[in-house]
């Protein structure tokens, strides 16, 4: 089974609107990462969270974990049409990542 | 500093030949992993490695695929006698340490005619 899920499975939204896309998981982890992947590309890294973490910030992104709830969310402030993507959060157990998947954004311009 | 490489980007093969992906991790990074995509789902691990030894291989299937990342030279997928459903994204990435941030590089596509 899936250890993450996110929530919605699409989503699109007009340029400068903020994007907020969530995911759960079930079992503990060490860490939690979020990635971006255009269409037809590889995946790129956007930020990592550790379980002992609730908040971190990079650039307009921003990401809360919440180890009670087993969830987390990634909030993209001030879309613009190139964060056009599929976004994928990966729990991380050390050995392997174990993806959901994944949120489709659209930035309509 | 070069990100993870794959090659090839696209490989195409008949049902019954023999697939070999290639990985190199970037500078540094001794710790390999390959993820398998098929088209709209997330990615799925197949197996992890260290230098000469595989850590975890507990998402490759049992039978045809098997992978290696020797001391010298780029980590090898290989996938013996294709069938059309093997036909997917493989990614590698790479981390310089346990547990780290993994990297991903750009994938090949496979495709089994």
């Known amino acids: 089974s899936q250890q993450g899920e996110e929530d919605p499975q699409a989503l699109s939204i007009q340029e400068g609107e903020n994007a907020t896309m969530n995911c759960s998981y079930k079992?503990?982890?060490?860490?939690l990462q979020w990635y971006r992947q255009n269409s037809g590309r590889g995946l790129v890294h956007l930020i990592l969270i550790r379980s002992n973490e609730r908040e971190k910030h990079s650039g307009r992104l921003r990401v809360t974990l919440d180890t009670s709830k087993k969830s987390s969310s990634l909030l993209i402030t001030a879309s613009r049409a190139a964060d056009t993507a599929s976004y994928f959060c990966?729990?991380?157990?050390?050995?392997?990542?174990?993806f959901g998947s994944g949120t489709q954004l659209t930035v309509l311009p | 500093n070069a990100g993870v490489m794959q090659n090839p980007r696209h490989l195409v093969r008949r049902r019954g030949q023999e697939a070999r992906l290639r990985c190199s991790p970037m500078?540094?990074?001794?710790?390999v992993y390959w993820y398998r995509q098929l088209p709209e789902e997330g990615l799925k691990f197949m197996v992890y490695?260290?230098?000469?030894?595989?850590?975890?291989e507990s998402g490759m299937p049992k039978e045809r695929f098997s992978a290696e990342f020797p001391k010298e030279g780029p980590s090898i997928l290989r996938i013996q006698q294709v069938v059309r459903g093997d036909s997917a994204a493989y990614f590698c990435?790479?981390?310089?340490?346990?547990?780290?941030?993994?990297?991903f590089g750009p994938g090949t596509r496979l495709t089994v005619l």
């Open positions: 990966a729990t991380d157990n050390s050995r392997q990542l174990t």
């Open positions: 500078k540094g990074h001794s710790h």
């Open positions: 990435a790479s981390s310089p340490v346990w547990g780290d941030t993994q990297y």
């Open positions: 490695l260290q230098k000469e030894n595989i850590i975890d």
């Open positions: 079992t503990s982890i060490n860490n």
